[in-house]
């Protein structure tokens, strides 16, 4: 006797096939370069071609009027053999650093823990010390800060009225000029304070308790709560005022005249890298700098990552 | 319906296309038949917005005569002009008139960026018969017409006249001599204010340096190398070191002052009672001080002289000239050529940028109710140096520009005893070996 066999219908898949999957993948796939599309082509064009382009050139001596001509490592050679002013403006952007990040650090953080104290009208001093940071790399600030600092200038005239009587001219001298340009960058502490204000509110109020519990004082909470809990945010501020620093360019340029006088005393490194490329017109020479300049930075942010591990808390870790 | 691959790439396609065009977008302006007049050209100079107003309006005189041609134009200020110039020449997108300097035209002369204009001259295309010969010479490089000069300006010794009579010193005269002119400075500064100064520190001025090679009968260039001695460069560094020591010139603290604009300067503020000036920039200065009641007249007298030869005045200019790379030549030869010798031109620009160098058109000027009195003063000021044959020139080499830059921050080191002037001449001497070649 036969028997049938019931058919059972197949099975219907409840997930997609692989070939379906591909298939669903390569549609996103490129609806997202289609995005990317506009950034791809000006990362090309506008950033990577002339990065690589400028790397070509600092190995050749190129006038921006003639063809370059590959000269081999002698913009690196002589930068590091006979170029005195290649040493000085390193030596005027390293003290630049030294002395405006940490002060820029410093005056954010205290003004920072002031406000967090929930002070009336936060909102108002919020903005009115952010102002700065705006307005503060702007041209016409600079212009402004070398009537302030002139001899004739208003800092003098304050003085004068305090019965100090001096016609110095700050920008003037070289023993003073850089340290106006570093009062202008740590006037400029708002951005920094914003980020450490936003840091201090992300700080759980229990340790503060805790700590308070077991007899620590302020000062005692700030170094040990505050400062650990607040150290990934100084991290961050560091690392970007110090690459701010090592690219300040236009209030040197501004306040001496593109000269970095007086007597190269501000002589930032991106304004003898701009006179090599743009008064000399040696576009090989200048490129090597810049190269040189992109080398400086990397390492000074590798040390500070390194450095990091040693005194950087990260609270999800412990 | 189901979409086709195609369909889903084309947007792709499309964007890429699009970016792609837009890449390749060429000049637009500057074309036309390079034999006959028309089309659109474009100028483009250095100068303030008072300048820019000037232009616009010779333009459209030029425009009105010629029916069918445009003239655009651009405008920055002067060193951001040159840094842009620069930029356009190597990427080969100079338009097709562009105002020029004596003292920055050698480079773009030397690597056949610039047409040299004496076909067009010969051609009377552009007519020179009125500009005196010296004064075309400003704009030649190895005896070829590169620039047509449609301004000059020579450097002389500024003084602001009330200051000096309030110093009881006497006014300085036409032939004085290095050594004569240090003395007056000390003269007038024993007669001034505590504040006050007899001049400015002149030692890192390029123009003013080369009145003291020229004056001392030795020559600024000799092919690509420096054309005077070690020695010169170390006495001048030594004259303006003695002054400043000496109390008669402004402090080092200054010298930023001195390369700020005019109306900033410490002649133009009543704190320094001379400096050099070019001509046209007396009667700025005498407005300067007029307006913060300091002075009333600034006045001039010839730079100083040591050796045989009789002046010292160097002679610039500027002017106008027409990339190799223009497709509209014709055009830019005509406009050039209505920009220097049409008389309406002339009164409309008045002089703004330099002295006219057209001499029938300075009469004009002289003649015209219009014409300001600082620009009759200063008109009148170049006729008389050109009448008494007291103008120099000097050649400026490729190179100019490193050298004048560096010859300023040389000066600054020494005024603040961070070298001596020996060091300071042989590191100049070093920079030129370089900067020259």
Known sequence: MATDTIQ????????????????????????????????????????????????????????????????????????????????????????????????????????????NRGVRGLPIYRTVYYIPSLIGGSVAIA???????????????????????????????????????????????????????AGLRQVP??????????????????????????????????????????????????????????????????????????????????????????????????ALFRLSRRFVFYAEES | ??????????????????????????????????????????????????????????????????????????????????????????????PCVIGTQSTFMAPYAKKNVLLPLDDLIESKAIDVSKIPEEVLKAGQIDDKQYMIPTGTFVRLVAYNADLVKESGAPAPTNDLTWAAYADWLKQVQKGLPQGKYAGEIEAGNMFSFTSWVIGHSQQMFKDKELGFDKQLMVDWFTYWLDLQEAGATVPPSMLPDQRLSLEQTPLAKGVAASATRDIPHLYITEKALAGNKLGTSVKAVSMPVDGAI?????????????PKDCENQATAASFINFF??????????????????NTANQDALLADAQTPDGVKQNVTIFRDLTTRRDLATSTYPDGLSTLTAELTRLYEQVAFGKVTPQAATDAFFNKAAQALR
């Open chain 2, 340 to 357: 220097a010798n049409d008389q309406q031109a002339a009164l409309t620009f008045q002089s703004d940028n330099g002295i006219l160098t």
């Open chain 1, 8 to 115: 059972r219908p197949r099975a219907r898949r409840t997930t997609p096939s692989p070939r379906a999957r591909r298939r669903a993948g390569s549609r996103n796939n490129l609806a997202g370069l289609m995005f990317m599309t506009p950034w791809l082509l000006g990362f090309v064009f506008i950033v990577g071609g002339p990065v690589l382009a400028s790397l070509y050139l600092s190995f050749t001596d190129y006038s921006l009027l003639g063809s370059p001509e590959w000269i081999g490592w002698d913009n690196y050679v002589l930068m590091f053999t006979t170029d005195d002013r290649f040493f000085a403006s390193l030596k005027v952007t390293v003290t630049y650093l030294l002395v405006s990040v940490p002060l820029v650090q410093v005056f954010a953080l205290a003004l920072a823990t002031i406000l």
């Open chain 1, 143 to 197: 212009i402004l800060w070398r009537f302030v600092f002139a001899g004739d200038g208003l800092l003098n005239g304050i003085l004068g009225v305090v019965g100090v009587d001096t016609s110095t001219s700050w920008i003037g001298e070289p023993d003073s000029a850089l340290y106006t340009l570093v009062i202008l960058n740590v006037w400029q502490f708002g951005a920094a304070m914003i980020i450490y204000l």
């Open chain 2, 310 to 322: 009789p002046s010292a005045n160097v002679l610039g200019s500027n002017g106008m000239s027409i």
């Open chain 1, 205 to 302: 109020n229990e340790l503060y308790e805790a700590a308070t519990i077991d007899g620590a004082g302020t000062m005692r909470r700030f170094w040990s709560i505050t400062l650990p809990m607040l150290s990934p945010v100084i991290l961050f501020n560091v690392l970007m005022n110090m690459v701010g620093a090592f690219q300040a360019f236009n209030s040197a340029y501004i306040i001496s005249n593109g000269t970095g006088g007086p007597a190269d005393s501000t002589l930032f490194y991106t304004l003898y890298l701009y006179q090599r490329g743009f008064v000399d017109f040696d576009m090989g020479y200048a490129s090597a700098l810049g190269w040189f300049l992109l080398v400086v930075v990397g390492l000074a942010a590798l």
């Open chain 2, 1 to 94: 319906m189901r979409r086709t691959r195609f369909a889903r790439t084309r947007p792709f396609i499309a964007l890429v296309a699009v970016a792609g065009l837009a890449a390749c977008g060429g000049n637009g302006s500057d074309s036309s038949d390079p034999g006959t007049v028309g089309g659109e050209i474009t100028y483009s100079y250095w100068g303030s917005p008072a300048r820019a107003e000037k232009v616009n309006k010779v333009i459209a005189q030029y425009q009105s005569g010629n029916q069918g041609v445009k003239v655009a134009s651009e405008v920055a200020d002067y060193n951001a002009y040159i840094e842009r110039m620069t930029v356009r020449a190597a990427g080969g997108g100079l």
